[in-house]
């Protein structure tokens, strides 16, 4: 997010300010483009770790605030929501033992993170997304309390002028429409940042590109979402929906995503990205001008460019070029923000070997990788890892169209062993990580395969949301040991503390596969419905997914006991029904909801959010659940 102080609130004369002050920043890096101020003789490394946190039931728990007050360590910060954490880590220098060093750092990060939040009874998983995250987790209560966050929703909300629609398709489908950027908040990653010299950027960035398709086809690790088997890698396409600014008129004239690939090569610098970013997104966020970095140059002094980055963050470029300064000298660096966090440590690293070591021998290989690849090639390798994981058809150099596996087996590993080899990467570490990656794609199973792999071994097992909860609890055991996602057996129902699933509140347990009808459609076929489907209420929802009435089997015998022989002409549901049934949301407590049943003596309640029918609760579920509760009560009380 670049500057903490950062504020959406822009009148029309702090925007020009700030407009000003950007582009007084990019006239600055021109300039020390231009005299050689730049690092050039060093290759360093480094990454970002995001985190998720979850509770006892594997749910997102929102508790990062409390985490960080506990955790000593400077290297944490905020994200978006409540229940995401970041780690930054130093930079490492591209040499020996650097990867390994990478390794033992992360471990120690996470082993702090977990220490901190056990204090509030929750713990640090690695994952792509959630699994068991829900719509209802993503409201603005979950919002980390930090201006800069609700200064884009704002924002984003403002520019889009309307809620943002996100519809996915995979194996299942994800639709929503959500009114803010919290959707963002379901995204984790492992981020890596490789520094380059200004005269090799535009080759590197060129190259980074080419090779994201297939590091990210072996490095995929998020197939779910609110419970949805969707892309290997559904990040890609729901972080694209999550801040989506554009309005309907600027998607009518093409408008161009701010979370995107590209659309071309670079020619010949930085310089390029920055203009073209600067030209096409509007600002959202911007902060207090500082001093004039021309002025700053003339004393021989490097300016922050705080404008600049902070406009630069706010554009999400899967390959993102960033400008730092370390020990008084300024570098650039090319962040790559594709790849999932997890499954494990050791797999991330070997991801980032993978992606560093491609960097440094396809440099040697190819002094100019345009006239090797088309860019639409580069641009649909990417799309298609992103659905298909290792299983995806990509385009290589020579027109040769080969999956992805077979690709990164035959071609990609020696290239990458050869780039480490160059910087004099430690033998052992190479061998160590690149026997990972190797391994992993023999096996064709990455973190999201074996993710499906478990989803599909419990079928008939719990509900889908017993099953993820199984998930997350195996990930969390697995992931304690750090042996490699590709040797991790599938998840059991019983992974999951005593098999349950978490009942709390209504969303964490209640049917979404549901079966409805509309007002206007026959009573006849209502009760086939019911009857076919063994259920003993279904609800009638209009167009819109408003829910107007609950109609049950009880109501319908009744109809058809007072014109049984009668004759009378077949009757909609509308003449039947009763309106404005009794509805709870899924936040609502489990235990509040068995009293409203109760009071109000009804054995059904709709389940709605935003106005809209997203599930339903019977009596029968709530007193599975009551007991399951009365359970976990009994072993909370025996813990103390």
Same mark, same amino acid.
């Given at each position: 997010?670049?500057?903490?102080?950062?504020?959406?609130?822009?009148?029309?004369?702090?925007?020009?300010?700030?407009?000003?002050?950007?582009?007084?920043?990019?006239?600055?890096?021109?300039?020390?483009?231009?005299?050689?101020?730049? *690092?050039?003789?060093?290759?360093?490394?480094?990454?970002?770790?995001?985190?998720?946190?979850?509770?006892?039931?594997?749910?997102?728990?929102?508790?990062?605030? *409390?985490?960080?007050?506990?955790?000593?360590?400077?290297?944490?910060?905020?994200?978006?929501?409540?229940?995401?954490?970041?780690?930054?880590?130093?930079?490492?220098?591209?040499?020996?033992?650097?990867?390994?060093?990478?390794?033992?750092?992360?471990?120690?990060?996470?082993?702090?993170?977990?220490?901190?939040?056990?204090?509030?009874?929750?713990?640090?998983?690695?994952?792509?997304?959630?699994?068991?995250?829900?719509?209802?987790?993503?409201?603005?209560?979950?919002?980390?309390?930090?201006?800069?966050?609700?200064?884009?929703?704002?924002?984003?909300?403002?520019?889009?002028?309307?809620?943002?629609?996100?519809?996915?398709?995979?194996?299942?489908?994800?639709?929503?429409?959500?009114?803010?950027?919290?959707?963002?908040?379901?995204?984790?990653?492992?981020?890596?940042?490789?520094?380059?010299?200004?005269?090799?950027?535009?080759?590197?960035?060129?190259?980074?590109?080419?090779?994201?398709?297939?590091?990210?086809?072996?490095?995929?690790?998020?197939?779910?979402?609110?419970?949805?088997?969707?892309?290997?890698?559904?990040?890609?396409?729901?972080?694209?929906?999550?801040?989506?600014?554009?309005?309907?008129?600027?998607?009518?004239?093409?408008?161009?995503?701010?979370?995107?690939?590209?659309?071309?090569?670079?020619?010949?610098?930085?310089?390029?990205?920055?203009?073209?970013?600067?030209?096409?997104?509007?600002?959202?966020?911007?902060?207090?001008?500082?001093?004039?970095? @021309?002025?700053?140059?003339?004393?021989?002094?490097?300016?922050?460019?705080?404008?600049?980055?902070?406009?630069?963050?706010?554009?999400?470029?899967?390959?993102?070029?960033?400008?730092?300064?370390? *020990?008084?000298?300024?570098?650039?660096?090319?962040?790559?923000?594709?790849?999932?966090?997890?499954?494990?440590?050791?797999?991330?690293?070997?991801?980032?070997?993978?992606?560093?070591?491609?960097?440094?021998?396809?440099?040697?290989?190819?002094?100019?990788?345009?006239?090797?690849?088309?860019?639409?090639?580069?641009?649909?390798?990417?799309?298609?890892?992103?659905?298909?994981?290792?299983?995806?058809?990509?385009?290589?150099?020579?027109?040769?169209?080969?999956?992805?596996?077979?690709?990164?087996?035959?071609?990609?590993?020696?290239?990458?062993?050869?780039?480490?080899?160059?910087?004099?990467?430690?033998?052992?570490?190479?061998?160590?990580?690149?026997?990972?990656?190797?391994?992993?794609?023999?096996?064709?199973?990455?973190?999201?395969?074996?993710?499906?792999?478990?989803?599909?071994? @419990?079928?008939?097992?719990?509900?889908?949301?017993?099953?993820?909860?199984?998930?997350?609890?195996?990930?969390?055991?697995?992931?304690?040991?750090?042996?490699?996602?590709?040797?991790?057996?599938?998840?059991?129902?019983?992974?999951?503390?005593?098999?349950?699933?978490?009942?709390?509140?209504?969303?964490?347990?209640?049917?979404?596969?549901?079966?409805?009808?509309?007002?206007?459609?026959?009573?006849?076929?209502?009760?086939?419905?019911?009857?076919?489907?063994?259920?003993?209420?279904?609800?009638?929802?209009?167009? *819109?997914?408003?829910?107007?009435?609950?109609?049950?089997?009880?109501?319908?015998?009744?109809?058809?006991?007072?014109?049984?022989?009668?004759?009378?002409?077949?009757?909609?549901?509308?003449?039947?029904?009763?309106?404005?049934?009794?509805?709870?949301?899924?936040?609502?407590?489990?235990?509040?909801?068995?009293?409203?049943?109760?009071?109000?003596?009804?054995?059904?309640?709709?389940?709605?959010?935003?106005?809209?029918?997203?599930?339903?609760?019977?009596?029968?579920?709530?007193?599975?659940?009551?007991?399951?509760?009365?359970?976990?009560?009994?072993?909370?009380?025996?813990?103390?």
């Amino acid at each position: 997010m670049g500057e903490h102080e950062a504020t959406g609130e822009l009148a029309e004369e702090r925007l020009r300010a700030f407009t000003r002050a950007l582009l007084d920043d990019l006239r600055a890096l021109e300039r020390m483009l231009a005299a050689g101020l730049f *690092e050039s003789d060093v290759r360093r490394i480094g990454a970002e770790q995001e985190l998720f946190l979850v509770d006892r039931g594997g749910h997102p728990a929102p508790v990062a605030m *409390e985490v960080l007050d506990r955790v000593s360590n400077g290297a944490f910060t905020t994200e978006l929501a409540k229940f995401n954490l970041e780690a930054n880590l130093p930079p490492y220098a591209f040499e020996g033992g650097c990867l390994r060093r990478m390794e033992e750092d992360l471990k120690a990060l996470v082993a702090q993170a977990r220490e901190a939040a056990a204090a509030s009874g929750s713990d640090v998983l690695l994952a792509g997304i959630l699994p068991t995250l829900q719509l209802a987790d993503l409201g603005l209560e979950n919002m980390t309390p930090k201006p800069r966050y609700h200064a884009l929703n704002e924002a984003m909300t403002r520019m889009r002028g309307g809620a943002f629609h996100v519809r996915i398709k995979g194996i299942d489908e994800f639709y929503a429409v959500h009114d803010n950027v919290m959707l963002e908040s379901c995204n984790t990653s492992f981020q890596m940042h490789f520094q380059v010299a200004p005269d090799e950027f535009a080759n590197l960035y060129n190259l980074a590109q080419a090779v994201t398709g297939p590091v990210l086809a072996a490095a995929v690790n998020s197939p779910l979402l609110v419970e949805r088997r969707l892309w290997h890698e559904t990040r890609v396409a729901l972080f694209q929906h999550s801040i989506d600014d554009r309005s309907h008129a600027h998607l009518a004239r093409g408008q161009r995503p701010r979370v995107r690939f590209g659309d071309r090569w670079v020619d010949r610098s930085v310089l390029e990205i920055f203009q073209e970013d600067i030209a096409r997104f509007r600002v959202v966020l911007a902060t207090e001008r500082g001093e004039d970095p @021309m002025a700053m140059l003339d004393r021989g002094e490097i300016p922050p460019l705080k404008a600049l980055r902070l406009h630069n963050g706010t554009v999400y470029r899967w390959n993102r070029p960033c400008f730092g300064i370390h *020990e008084g000298r300024p570098h650039l660096r090319i962040e790559n923000r594709v790849l999932p966090a997890g499954p494990t440590l050791v797999d991330e690293v070997a991801n980032a070997a993978l992606y560093f070591g491609l960097l440094s021998g396809m440099s040697r290989v190819f002094k100019d990788i345009r006239t090797e690849l088309a860019f639409d090639d580069v641009k649909a390798n990417f799309l298609a890892a992103a659905r298909l994981g290792l299983k995806a058809q990509l385009t290589w150099i020579g027109g040769r169209c080969l999956t992805a596996g077979a690709l990164i087996r035959d071609e990609l590993l020696p290239l990458a062993r050869a780039g480490l080899e160059a910087h004099a990467v430690d033998a052992a570490d190479i061998d160590r990580y690149l026997g990972v990656i190797e391994e992993r794609v023999t096996s064709g199973r990455t973190g999201a395969q074996w993710a499906l792999d478990s989803m599909a071994a @419990m079928i008939g097992k719990g509900s889908r949301g017993d099953r993820v909860r199984a998930l997350v609890a195996a990930s969390l055991a697995r992931q304690r040991e750090n042996a490699p996602g590709h040797t991790w057996g599938v998840a059991q129902l019983n992974d999951a503390e005593d098999g349950r699933p978490s009942s709390r509140t209504v969303g964490r347990f209640m049917p979404k596969d549901l079966f409805t009808v509309r007002p206007d459609h026959l009573v006849d076929l209502a009760a086939n419905l019911m009857d076919c489907a063994h259920i003993p209420h279904v609800p009638a929802a209009d167009r *819109e997914g408003h829910p107007v009435c609950l109609l049950s089997h009880r109501t319908i015998l009744r109809h058809l006991a007072r014109t049984a022989g009668t004759g009378a002409p077949p009757v909609a549901v509308k003449e039947i029904m009763k309106r404005d049934p009794i509805t709870v949301t899924p936040a609502t407590p489990t235990l509040d909801a068995i009293e409203i049943m109760k009071n109000n003596r009804v054995s059904c309640l709709p389940v709605v959010q935003e106005d809209k029918l997203v599930g339903i609760v019977t009596e029968r579920d709530l007193l599975v659940v009551a007991a399951r509760l009365f359970e976990e009560q009994m072993r909370s009380f025996t813990e103390r």
